[in-house]
């Protein structure tokens, strides 16, 4: 059983920066094997905007948050971060965390297993 719980949203102007936190509880830490954040607007699909494998280090990024945001993972508290630098308009939208075991493609949401509730982000332009 994993339990993920976002934090951090909130509103910032364009330009600003904000840094969500998901603190993830869970009794098999394989569970939390590869992290990610994923986002989605209203009507949207959700989209994956970056990921991590806890062992390996390793992160991806969507191109369109790439050189803005980084994801990181403190792996004494089970605590994964997204550092979102010089935010934009469009980045405003809901924002979840998602773990999972394995994880073969780190940006397709259904291979994720557990999923947050979501964090609100607001961009005032």
């Known amino acids: 059983q994993v339990q993920l719980v976002e934090s951090g949203g909130g509103s910032v102007q364009a330009g600003g920066s904000l840094t969500l936190s998901c603190s993830a509880s869970a009794n098999t830490p394989a569970s939390i094997n590869r992290m990610a954040w994923f986002r989605q607007a209203p009507g949207k699909e959700r989209e994956a905007v970056a990921g991590i494998y806890r062992r390996a280090g390793t992160t991806y990024y969507a191109d369109s948050v790439k050189g803005r945001f980084t994801i990181s993972l403190d792996n004494a508290v089970n605590t994964l971060f997204l550092q979102m630098n010089t935010l934009k308009p469009e980045d405003a939208v809901m924002y979840y965390c998602?773990?999972?075991?394995?994880?073969?493609?780190?940006?397709?949401?259904?291979?994720?297993?557990?999923w947050g509730q979501g964090t609100q982000v607001s961009v005032a332009s």
């Open positions: 998602a773990s999972g075991p394995w994880v073969g493609h780190w940006d397709r949401e259904g291979e994720y297993t557990y």
